[in-house]
Structures are given as structure tokens and as C-alpha cells.
């Protein structure tokens, strides 16, 4: 017969490292990157709804992509320290349940539930981000917006009950020192490679080489040394590329003597103009950022008309949000909502240059949308119709 192989016990893991001291540290700066994630992805979700019941600010023109920047670093540096995490707390997955002790019974399936839930979630947030910024889509069942927020908030409604459950000997640990053993399973005897302290210390190192890796994509000056950096300025004018034209299919479109820019005021079509047309219109130049939600973002310095005084030359209600659309004949942001707020700003153009040159065809040519402290996604490329909301 053949011998069927037991699951190991709690008493199998005999290493001193596998400890609620090392767990509590490591779970602290985890705590504390999920918590930065979670808010900034809100924010990201938030800036993308169509509309705003609080106005989502223009200023700073940077804001979008500080947020957005640190809502994929955060989530890097949270994949090691995960990691090392799971692995101090492994024993516990192996740990019975006290049956006979029905308040032991109830804590103890609430925090087994907790955990469970906030692995699963924790696990699907970071592989799917990581997927996500790499501009990788392997799935097509869902939403990676929708499903991605969805799921942050199971995350962090499993975080507050994981941490509630485990206050007491988080706030213990916590305040005493890390080689304590009051909390020790007892047979976590065996010391092992390095001590509790190196460990800790070597998680938060690889959190940072993680970081070092991958921050490039916002920050300039780490861009020699962030080799996993998807997206790190390459592109016309310093600025990426996420969607070609040829990926969008507006290469003819767009290149078109026939194309007209229609303005659309009430229902009416208050203008219809032309490149050269927007050429002849003052001309004005900003310094903005564009910043995506893969993390990455590059500064651009932009010249057009502003989209303020287009409207005003056709007398268009100051205060009324902007419906944008797009040449390309398919996708979600196609048609994009411009809040009034930002339609407003002197800083919004319809942009014709980059960097002093004409757009690239993949920038947008012949004329695109430059708004400060917007997701990249709604800076739409080939404008064709702007419409005046009612």
C-alpha cells in the first residue's frame, strides 16, 4: 500500500524567524502600502467617473500623476513584503480549530475568514496591477477598472478585520523586542540563517530595490536604474505612447484634408474648423504632465488654442461640462466627459505641438486634448466633435 502523506502541523515549522515579531513589522509597512493604494486608487477611480458631485480639482497640474505614481510604487513594494509576510504567518494555516471553546470558536473563524479573504483579494490586486501596468491583458471577462476597485474595497474591509482581530498581539509585539518569544509557538525553537532583525531588514530592502526598479516610470531621475520601468520617456517629443493610430485605426482619418473639428453648441453645430483654422487662432503653451493609470507619466510642454477661448468664440455657456470625441471608431474612452471646470482652465488646450513640433501621429495629429491634472486615458487623441452639454 502506498503511504498517503500527512499535512505538516504548526509543530513542523521549527524556526524562530516564523514569529508574530517578524509577522507585526513586515504587516506594519504592508498595512501601510496597502493603505496608500487603496486611497489613491480611489482617487484614480474617482478623477474617471463621468461626473464629479465634487468637483475634481485642476490644480496641481502634477496631482494625477503624484497620486498615480505612488499607487503603483506602493504596490510594488507591497509584493515582497507580502511575500516574507505569508511566509512568517504559514504556520497558522495549519493550526485547528477550538471546538470546544465556542468565543474561541467565533474569533477564531473570524480571523481565518479575514485572512483568507484578504490573501485572495491581496494576491489578485497586485498580480493584476502588475499586469495592468506592464500592459498585459490576459483576461477579458471583466473590467480591469471596475473589478480592480471592487476588490480593493473586499481588501481593505479584510485588512480592518484582520487588524481589529489581532490589535492585542499586534500593539504587543509591537512595543517589545523583536527577539521576544512571549507570543512564540513553542516549537519555534530552531534559530535560523539570519536573525529576526536581518529578516525584517531584508524584506524592507527588497521592498526598496522593488521601488528602485519600477519608479522610474514617475520619477526622471531613477529612470537609468528602474530596468523593470514599463514606460520611461521614450516617444515623440519625450512623451509615451500608449495607443498608435494604427492601433486606434485612425491613420486615414486623421490624415485627411476633409477632417473638421466640430464644435456643437445646444445641438447646433456652431463651427467646424479646420487645421488650418485652429493654426490661425491665438496660440498659447503650457507645461503639463501627461499621467496614466499604468503608473507611468512624462512632462510635455504643449502649444494650441485653449479650449476656453474656442468656446467663447462661439458662445458657448462658460459653465457647462464638455462632451469629447475621438476619431477612433471604437473603445471605452472614445467619447470622454470634460468637467466645466476644466474646460474653464487656461491651462486646457486643443493641442498641436509637442515639445515645439507638430504632433506625431500617434500623439493625437492633428489636434488632441491637454488638460492639467488628468488621467492620460481622458486626454483624448484625434479630436473630431466637441459638444457643449445643455
Known amino acids: 500500500m502506498t503511504a498517503r502523506l500527512a499535512p505538516p502541523s504548526p509543530e513542523s515549522f521549527t524556526s524562530r524567524l516564523r514569529s508574530p515579531a517578524v509577522a507585526a513589522r513586515v504587516g506594519l509597512w504592508l498595512g501601510i502600502s496597502f493603505g496608500i493604494c487603496f486611497v489613491t486608487g480611489l482617487i484614480s477611480h474617482y478623477a474617471q467617473l463621468p461626473s464629479h ?13 503624484l497620486t498615480q505614481g505612488l ?4 504596490g510594488i513594494a507591497a509584493i515582497p513584503l507580502l511575500l516574507v509576510k505569508l511566509w512568517s504567518v504559514l504556520p497558522k494555516l495549519f493550526e485547528g480549530f477550538p471546538l470546544r471553546d465556542p468565543r474561541a470558536l467565533v474569533l477564531t473563524g473570524l480571523e481565518r475568514g479575514s485572512i483568507a479573504v484578504l490573501v485572495a483579494a491581496s494576491i489578485f490586486q497586485l498580480a493584476t496591477g502588475v499586469a495592468n501596468a506592464a500592459q498585459w491583458y490576459p483576461w ?24 481589529a482581530v489581532k490589535l492585542p498581539i499586534i500593539r504587543d509585539v509591537l512595543t517589545s523586542d523583536i527577539d521576544a518569544t512571549s507570543h512564540d509557538r513553542a516549537g519555534a525553537t530552531e534559530p535560523g540563517p539570519l536573525s529576526r532583525r536581518a529578516l525584517v531588514r531584508t524584506a524592507f530592502a527588497a521592498a526598496g530595490v522593488a521601488v528602485l526598479a519600477t519608479a522610474g516610470n514617475t520619477v526622471p531621475l531613477l529612470r537609468r536604474v528602474s530596468v523593470f520601468a514599463v514606460r520611461t520617456g521614450e516617444g515623440p517629443g519625450g512623451v509615451p505612447i500608449n495607443k498608435s493610430a494604427k492601433a ?6 486623421a490624415t ?7 464644435v456643437v453648441v ?21 507645461g503639463l504632465p501627461i499621467a496614466c493609470v499604468e503608473g507611468w507619466s512624462a512632462q510635455g510642454t504643449w502649444s494650441g488654442v485653449r479650449l476656453a477661448d474656442l468656446l ?22 472614445r467619447r470622454t466627459t470634460l468637467p466645466a471646470n476644466f474646460a474653464a482652465d487656461e491651462r486646457t488646450l486643443l493641442a498641436l505641438d509637442l515639445s515645439g513640433e507638430p504632433l506625431a501621429l500617434d500623439h493625437g495629429y492633428p489636434c488632441r486634448l491637454i488638460a492639467p491634472n488628468r488621467p492620460g486615458v481622458l486626454q483624448t487623441k484625434w479630436l473630431s466633435r466637441l459638444e457643449v452639454s445643455t
Open 248 to 253: 486606434a485605426r485612425v491613420e486615414e482619418s
Open 256 to 262: 485627411s484634408s476633409d477632417w473638421r473639428l466640430e
Open 53 to 65: 458631485p465634487i468637483p475634481f480639482p485642476t490644480s496641481p497640474s502634477w496631482g494625477y500623476r
Open 266 to 286: 445646444d445641438g447646433t453645430v456652431a463651427a467646424a474648423l479646420s487645421y488650418d483654422d485652429l493654426r490661425a487662432m491665438p496660440q498659447h503653451t503650457v
Open 312 to 333: 467663447a468664440s462661439v458662445d458657448a455657456p462658460a459653465d457647462r461640462d464638455v462632451s469629447i470625441t475621438s476619431l477612433q471608431e471604437s473603445g471605452p474612452y
Open 140 to 163: 477579458s471577462s471583466f473590467s480591469f477598472r471596475t473589478t480592480h476597485y471592487a476588490i480593493a474595497w473586499v481588501a481593505i474591509g479584510a485588512l480592518v478585520v484582520h487588524i
Open 71 to 74: 499607487h503603483v510604487v506602493t
